[in-house]
């Protein structure tokens, strides 16, 4: 079954660029139908959907975050990225990849990856 | 943007007991609302889309029910490890995500 592991940095300096990658594996992203979204959950609070990637490069943001996100697609490598740039400590969350299936929800999620913004 | 509400925020229940949480919606989503439990340190799992169908292997236990605005997740008979945090998700439109539930053991 198709499974997704983010991966990346764990801490990253206020004002820089936070990277993380989301691997697919037991399926392809190519493949369509999917979409592929990166969704994070700051400590002890609830979930924030921050975007959206389809596997031909179209992208879908959450307006709050819309100017500091980039989410873009390998397929070759079956990998989305997520960039969010000029972190502050308010960025320090875990960050979680899921397949978004159109009109069902967010199937699977990666176990998610805590990334602490502090210098 | 379509606000989802949930109620309670917190429930604190018994094992064996029956609970229901409320999602409403600010406008009609027909049956497009999915629900979802996260227990510490997991990632969210899917429990019931389309408003009422279980995904493959969660209990009977858990059903959903409602359209257009209203809609309820009951668990008609707790287990230890129904104990977690419940997020209800409406697929209109986003950003998608309600605020959360936590379920307590009382």
């Known amino acids: 079954q198709v499974q997704l592991q983010e991966s990346g940095p764990g801490l990253v300096k206020p004002s820089q660029t936070l990277s993380l990658t989301c691997t697919v594996s037991?399926?392809?992203?190519?493949?369509?139908?999917?979409?592929w979204s990166w969704i994070r959950q700051h400590p002890g609070k609830g979930l924030e959907w921050i975007g959206y990637i389809y596997y031909s490069g179209s992208t879908y943001y959450n307006p709050s975050l819309k100017s500091r996100v980039t989410i873009s697609v390998d397929t070759s490598k079956n990998q989305f990225s997520l960039k969010l740039s000029s972190v502050t400590a308010a960025d320090t969350a875990v960050y979680y990849c899921a397949r978004d299936i159109p009109g069902l929800g967010f199937d699977p999620w990666g176990q998610g990856t805590l990334v602490t913004v502090s210098s | 943007d379509i606000q989802l509400t949930q109620s309670p925020s917190f429930l604190s229940a018994s094992v064996g007991d029956r609970v229901t949480i409320t999602c409403r919606a600010s406008q009609g989503i027909s049956s497009y609302l999915a629900w979802y439990q996260q227990k510490p340190g997991k990632a969210p799992k899917l429990l019931i889309y389309?408003?009422?169908t279980l995904q493959s292997g969660v209990p009977s236990r858990f059903s959903g029910s409602g359209s257009g605005t209203e809609f309820t997740l009951t668990i008609s008979s707790l287990q230890p490890e129904d104990f977690a945090t419940y997020y209800c998700?409406?697929?209109?439109?986003?950003?998608?995500f309600g605020q959360g539930t936590k379920l307590e053991i009382k």
């Open positions: 998700q409406q697929l209109n439109s986003y950003p998608p």
């Open positions: 037991g399926g392809s992203i190519s493949s369509g139908g999917y979409y």
């Open positions: 389309a408003a009422s």
